[in-house]
């Protein structure tokens, strides 16, 4: 059974920030594709940011430039490096694992960025 486990969710002030991390087990971690999504009250789940086995990553328009999603295979962990936080950035973040369109969630972790 694999398990994706969310930590570093918090509250933070607009133009500050949070790292996020994703510990998962047990799993061949490194030929997975890692992502981070977030879905905030009201709103459909949206792709934050990926990183692919070949640490090509990807960003949504939002938070290019802000954010920094990497991978540490050693440690079975993804990070997202969250920078200038806007209240709008308020969401559940969930870590995603993805192999031959097999995927594993996280529980979620909130953010929440105040004004």
């Known amino acids: 059974q694999v398990q994706l486990v969310e930590s570093g969710g918090g509250l933070a002030q607009a133009g500050g920030s949070l790292r996020l991390s994703c510990a998962a087990s047990?799993?061949?971690?490194?030929?997975?594709?890692l992502a981070w999504y977030r879905q905030a009250p009201g709103k459909q789940r949206e792709l934050v940011a990926a990183?692919?086995?070949?640490?090509?990553?990807e960003y949504a328009d939002s938070v290019k430039g802000r954010f920094t999603i990497s991978r540490d295979n050693a440690k079975n962990t993804v990070y997202l490096q969250m920078n200038s936080l806007e209240p709008e950035d308020t969401a559940v973040y969930y870590c995603?694992?993805?192999?031959?369109?097999?995927?594993?969630w996280g529980q979620g972790t909130q953010v929440t960025v105040s004004s």
């Open positions: 995603n694992a993805e192999f031959n369109k097999v995927n594993f």
């Open positions: 047990p799993m061949s971690f490194s030929i997975y594709t």
């Open positions: 990183i692919t086995r070949g640490r090509t990553t």
